[in-house]
T-cell receptor
Framework: SQQGEEDPQALSIQEGENATMNCSYK?????LQWYRQNSGRGLVHLIL?????REKHSGRLRVTLDTSKKSSSLLITASRAADTASYFC????????????FGAGTRLFVKA | DTGVSQDPRHKITKRGQNVTFRCDPI?????LYWYRQTLGQGPEFLTY????????KSRLLSDRFSAERPKGSFSTLEIQRTEQGDSAMYLC????????????FGNGTRLTVT
């Protein structure tokens, strides 16, 4: 089953613009993570935000978490063609186990 | 850190055959996960191990699927009597223990059942 739902499903922007992706989830979580996947490859971890944190930065990435609304957003600033990939949010469940459950992803295309 | 290694990268098999995939996690990681990903979708959780113990299995993991992690090192995922619906990318990931440890993925094994 997939818990996170990303919005939009696809996003096409020009190089230099900012890209914002949103994620909603359903259950109690320990953390929320964002991953990137280039075509035909495995996923690469980008950033993890814990349930007691509200915002986190890493380079050109900014993640926010609103546990009251069960939602998160990923902002990529000054996008580059190399940022073209699929982006997935994933929730670390707080149900006694340590599963990480992924959403269906946002496909980002950055035009040079 | 040599990363998570999966073998083979691609597997084409005929319906009804058995297949086995291997995953070698990052050596310091004691958690190992298997996911399945179909085109245009996110990874679906199949199962995970802590050391050699298989702690959870998804309902997606039918009786035809079995995973092992002998001695808490590498893991194998076997699919018996493959069906066309089993065609997917099978991803392995590993992590440190703890509730806030990110997953490190291999590049996956792409299975095509003809």
């Amino acid at each position: 089953s997939q818990q996170g739902e990303e919005d939009p499903q696809a996003l096409s922007i020009q190089e230099g613009e900012n890209a914002t992706m949103n994620c909603s989830y359903k259950t109690s979580i320990n953390n929320l993570q964002w991953y990137r996947q280039n075509s035909g490859r495995g996923l690469v971890h980008l950033i993890l935000i814990r349930s007691n944190e509200r915002e986190k930065h890493s380079g050109r990435l900014r993640v926010t978490l609103d546990t009251s609304k069960k939602s998160s957003s990923l902002l990529i600033t000054a996008s580059r063609a190399a940022d073209t990939a699929s982006y997935f949010c994933a929730t670390g469940e707080n149900t006694g186990g340590f599963k990480t459950i992924f959403g269906a992803g946002t496909r980002l295309f950055v035009k040079a | 850190d040599t990363g998570v290694s999966q073998d083979p990268r691609h597997k084409i098999t005929k319906r009804g055959q058995n297949v086995t995939f291997r995953c070698d996690p990052i050596s310091e990681h004691n958690r190992l996960y298997w996911y399945r990903q179909t085109l245009g979708q996110g990874p679906e959780f199949l199962t995970y191990f802590q050391n050699e113990a298989q702690l959870e299995k998804s309902r997606l993991l039918s009786d035809r699927f079995s995973a092992e992690r002998p001695k808490g090192s590498f893991s194998t995922l076997e699919i018996q009597r493959t069906e066309q619906g089993d065609s997917a990318m099978y991803l392995c990931a590993s992590s440190f223990p703890g509730p806030n440890s990110p997953l490190h993925f291999g590049n996956g094994t792409r299975l095509t059942v003809t």
